[in-house]
């Protein structure tokens, strides 16, 4: 499974960004894909998750201001990000976990976010 994420910049405080993961390789053998954030100085954090289900969980940061989706195909996975804060600051990740799999194990590069005045 090959993940590439792109969508990210650099935008004001109380602006949105749409991230996209595209998911390519043995696709059906996943049950859940997630976006992950790194800031500087702090450890990586579950921000969304949704599963084959199209079930979804987000972090109490982000509730209500991010939404995670994926397409029919399950080839593409986004993350719309509304109303940013400064504190949204980070690389975004997307990850794959594999239903053979406790947890992710597939991992994107990864895109810079950026929210700033």
């Known amino acids: 499974v090959q993940l590439q994420a792109s969508g990210g910049g650099l935008v004001q405080p109380g602006g949105s960004l749409r991230l996209s993961c595209a998911v390519s390789?043995?696709?059906?053998?996943?049950?859940?894909m997630g976006w992950y954030r790194q800031a500087p100085g702090k450890q990586r954090e579950l921000v969304a998750s949704?599963?084959?289900?199209?079930?979804?969980t987000y972090a109490d940061s982000v509730k209500g201001r991010f939404t995670i989706s994926r397409d029919n195909a399950r080839t593409t996975v986004y993350l719309r990000m509304d109303s940013l804060k400064p504190e949204d600051t980070a690389v975004y990740y997307c990850?794959?976990?594999?239903?053979?799999?406790?947890?992710?194990?597939?991992w994107g590069q990864g895109t810079l976010v950026t929210v700033s005045s």
């Open positions: 990850a794959a976990k594999p239903s053979y799999r406790p947890n992710y194990h597939y």
């Open positions: 390789g043995s696709i059906f053998s996943i049950d859940v």
């Open positions: 949704i599963t084959s289900g199209r079930t979804t």
